[in-house]
């Protein structure tokens, strides 16, 4: 492990108070892990913004499964974005609906287009990407 550096930090009462909730309310052990997570989703932010930057994602997509055609078609895109493609799970909602999660990897620009094409498929009802820069 690295060494830490100490640095102080001046707020306001009332933001002071509404940090600390939220760190209860998120069950950081303290500030200091708080503050570590932020500036870590800070840089990360920032990172993504270079479409080459490596990212990884997971991509979550709602569909009906008896609209016709569409477990066909959604495999066939998860083949042709390979390598990009780097994992998926198939979850049963209920008789109708199934969720689909699938990890992606790649520059940020590449991730996002591949998540795009797939959330942009006809009887796909929703779809959304989460990040991070690796």
Avoid: W
Avoid at 11 to 38: C, G, H, P, V, W
Avoid at 57 to 70: C, F, P, S, V
Avoid at 102 to 110: D, R, S
């Amino acid at each position: 492990m690295t060494n830490s550096k100490r640095f102080g930090v001046s707020l306001t009462e009332d933001l002071q108070e509404k940090f600390d909730e939220k760190i209860k309310e998120k069950m950081y052990s303290n500030r200091s892990e708080a503050i570590r997570d932020l500036i870590r989703d800070f840089l990360a932010e920032e990172k993504m913004k270079n479409p080459e930057a490596e990212v990884v994602g997971a991509l979550t997509i709602i569909y009906d499964h008896e609209k016709r055609g569409i477990s066909e078609k959604l495999t066939d895109l998860q083949h042709e974005e390979l390598p990009h493609v780097i994992s998926s799970m198939h979850v049963h909602l209920d008789e109708h609906n199934c969720m689909e999660t699938i990890a992606l990897k790649g520059k940020a620009k590449e991730v996002q287009e591949t998540a795009n094409k797939i959330i942009s498929a006809k009887r796909v009802k929703h779809g959304e990407l989460a990040k991070t820069a690796i």
